[in-house]
């Protein structure tokens, strides 16, 4: 595993030490939130997110979040192909932004992006090798909104990829966000940084608190429970949702095709023994998301349901729990839900 003992050792200090003391942080670097005012994925807002979904109009949104950016933009992101956010990326450097951005190495697709950036003068970094991968999808611009998804920025999210994200502005969770980006930007270096201090935090973070943080939301649930994930591979994760219908509440789950995720036929056959309807998406999109809605508070984020991601990788996401737009959510379900085909 990449990087696990100085992974276990930057966690080791995240109770010690506080995020926002990194050397090479710009000098306007956010301080921390209050202790206190946000500390579990369920304590209110001070401004509401809004939830979006792809792939319709995706690539328009991603380039008017760029285009509109006014002083700074970080972006992390696990795989970057489409070669035309790069170019808005490049325009916003040339008209004087600065904007830094981490990608994975371990994918191939990113080097076309990279060359792109490195002639648009944009700093472009590949993510440290503590981390299995760095799988975390987000943005954060003028250092006060944050770009929380499941989408990479490949062709297929832009065009036939059902995907999640939110757009996020509370004054705490983008600190953290901004603060997550800047230990990984030193750890990119080569530089080792304390740990973002993560102790009181809404954000679900891998490898922090994501593997907890999702059980807890899924053991949470007592009326319903919709599941629509790329694949289900951890089994304490797997046991959860069968154990939720056994306690009666209404579960409901769709993976993607068994003959793109082979795995997703054993998914489908341990739920159908416990009275879990299973759904595929076959034709209808290729199903990336990783969407968990328990009692209509859903979990977005970059999170697969593997322990890898959980525990190894870089990841970002949350719970988006205020009413409209978890029903905004909740909806696109309900009709990829009535489209996608059974399992059995």
Request: with cysteine; glycine share 6%.
């Amino acid at each position: 595993m990449r990087g696990a003992v100085v992974l276990f050792a930057l966690l080791a200090v995240a109770c010690r030490q506080g995020g926002d003391a990194f050397e090479d942080a710009p000098a306007d670097s956010p301080p921390d939130g209050v202790d206190g005012t946000g500390c579990t994925p369920l304590t209110p807002r001070t401004v509401p997110v809004q939830a979006f979904i792809g792939p319709t109009g995706l690539q328009d949104r991603i380039a008017a979040a760029i285009d509109g950016a006014q002083h700074s933009l970080d972006l992390q992101m696990y795989l970057f192909s489409v070669k035309d956010l790069a170019q808005h990326l490049v325009a916003a450097r040339q008209r004087g932004l600065a904007i830094r951005v981490i990608l994975d190495p371990d994918e191939a697709a990113n080097k076309s992006i990279e060359t792109i950036l490195s002639n648009g003068g944009v700093q472009w970094k590949p993510s440290s090798s503590v981390y299995q991968y760095s799988h975390a999808k987000y943005l954060v611009i003028d250092r006060s909104t944050a770009i929380v998804m499941s989408m990479n920025f490949n062709p297929d999210a832009m065009t036939k990829e059902r995907n999640y994200g939110f757009v996020d502005q509370d004054p705490e969770d983008v600190t953290d966000v901004q603060n997550v980006f800047e230990m990984d930007w030193l750890l990119a270096q080569g530089k080792t940084p304390p740990a973002a201090d993560l102790t009181c935090t809404r954000m679900i973070i891998s490898p922090v608190n994501s593997f907890q943080r999702v059980l807890d939301h899924i053991n949470g649930a007592q009326h319903t429970l919709d599941v629509e994930v790329m694949y289900i591979a951890d089994a304490t994760i797997q046991n959860a949702i069968g154990t939720a219908a056994s306690r009666g509440v209404t579960v409901r789950v769709i993976v993607e095709d068994p003959n793109d995720t082979t795995q997703n036929a054993g998914v489908a056959a341990f739920m159908a023994a416990r009275g879990i309807p299973v759904k595929y998406a076959v034709q209808q999109f290729y199903l990336h998301a990783k969407l968990l809605v328990a009692d209509g508070v859903a979990f977005v984020g970059s999170e697969n349901m593997s322990t890898t991601s959980m525990t190894a990788n870089r990841e970002v996401g949350a719970l988006v729990f205020e009413p409209d737009q978890a029903a905004i959510i909740q909806q696109q379900f309900e009709a990829d839900w009535a489209i996608t085909t059974p399992a059995m």
